[in-house]
């Protein structure tokens, strides 16, 4: 077999957290993470697909992947309902089929995979924290390819790369949680100037705007915040904005 490795890809922690610093967003730290593994492991004569499955609030996903081809051999899984990535992310087991063609615990994917020309596929968990559960998986059209020398180094790159995708899980953390914070803040500066206005229209106390607000939305079956911009807008200055710090 040929060297596996490429000098110049030879992961290390310092390497990939650096990566991670550097790309502009977890995205883009992924799918390098999915090229850099399928340029490990591949072949001047067989190019290796990669894919990076993560499995949050019990679904799954294709976050990145090394190629267009990669990315719907991970989603031909998804659309079965189980699979080896799915299944090596659920369970943190590696999951390693030698050849598809004498594969019988997926039948109806394994046929799908096959008629793509895969014949060995091996699919190698991440140790993450929190419930997100993640797998790098690895497809060959070659049976037998995930040899034992290809498997520990498999490994030994997950192992790797570990830390460095939690310290990218947790942005992707951050930046929803930030995300989520500015709409609930731009929903909440919609809802306070609407109350400020019913209370200069109608003369009445904060808690009295808040319901007569309140009651608009109930009885027109409309969300308070689409209600509230709404009242904001008819004043002719455009949507309330939320003023803070970035």
Request: proline share 3%.
């Amino acid at each position: 077999m040929a060297s596996l490795t490429h000098a110049n890809d030879s992961p290390n922690n310092d390497h990939l957290q650096e990566l991670v610093l550097q790309s502009t967003d977890v995205e883009d730290f992924l799918h390098e993470l999915a090229r850099m593994s399928s340029r490990n492991l591949s072949e001047p004569d067989d190019v290796v697909l990669c894919g990076i499955t993560l499995l949050r609030h019990r679904k799954a996903a294709t976050v990145a992947s090394s190629s267009a081809e990669a990315q719907a051999m991970d989603e031909i899984q998804y659309a079965v309902g189980d699979g080896p990535c799915m299944t090596a992310s659920r369970e943190q087991v590696m999951v390693h089929i030698p050849d598809l063609e004498q594969h019988d615990r997926w039948p109806r994917y394994a046929k799908t995979i096959l008629d793509h020309g895969v014949r060995s596929i091996l699919a190698v968990p991440f140790a993450l924290e929190g419930e997100t559960r993640a797998a790098l998986n690895f497809y060959s059209h070659r049976p037998g390819r995930f040899d034992e020398k290809a498997r520990e180094l498999a490994q030994d790159f997950v192992m790797q790369t570990s830390t460095a995708l939690k310290l990218a899980v947790r942005f992707a953390h951050h930046n929803e949680a930030a995300a989520n914070l500015r709409a609930a803040l731009e929903s909440r500066t919609a809802i306070d100037v609407a109350v400020g206005i019913i209370m200069a229209q109608n003369r009445c106390s904060q808690d009295e705007a808040f319901t007569i607000l309140k009651s608009a939305s109930n009885s027109r079956n409309i969300k308070l915040q689409d209600v509230a911009s709404a009242i904001v807008e008819a004043l002719g200055h455009g949507p309330a904005k939320t003023h803070y710090e970035e």
